[in-house]
């Protein structure tokens, strides 16, 4: 499970769930890109210091291939550390939902990640 997710006060996630597709109206509010942004960041963060505590002492470098919605289909984060590559490719749904099913495919790329680059 992806440990350093934003957390509110009640130990939930900082934000509301998103357990439906996104709508074509919910393009249209900022809230929804930021809450994207917000989780592919934990999962770099996550990545980073798993390959930290794995002896890889590199600054985690990335690059990305994102678009909107589920219908884009699978979004893209290239992870690089100095001499190695891996590829965290999910759909949309996948990251943004918080079904157990989708935390844990979430848990199974960071850790595949985390392998590829040590």
């Not at 900022?30 to 890889?56: C, K, L, N, S, Y």
């Not at 984060?77 to 190695?84: A, I, M």
């Not at 979430?106 to 040590?118: C, F, H, Q, T």
Request: proline residues 3%; without cysteine; glycine residues 6%.
């Amino acid at each position: 499970m992806i440990h350093n997710m934003p957390q509110n006060r009640h130990g939930k996630g900082a934000h509301p769930p998103v357990n439906a597709a996104v709508t074509d109206q919910d393009l249209h509010t900022v809230d929804v890109p930021r809450e994207f942004h917000r989780r592919m960041a934990a999962i770099i963060d996550t990545v980073q210091t798993g390959i930290w505590q794995e002896g890889v002492h590199d600054l985690l470098g990335y690059a990305t291939d994102y678009a909107f919605g589920q219908q884009r289909g699978f979004q893209t984060l290239v992870l690089k550390s100095k001499h190695r590559s891996a590829y965290v490719r999910l759909h949309w749904d996948t990251v943004m939902r918080d079904t157990v099913a989708d935390r844990q495919l979430v848990d199974e790329a960071i850790r595949n990640a985390i392998s590829e680059l040590r």
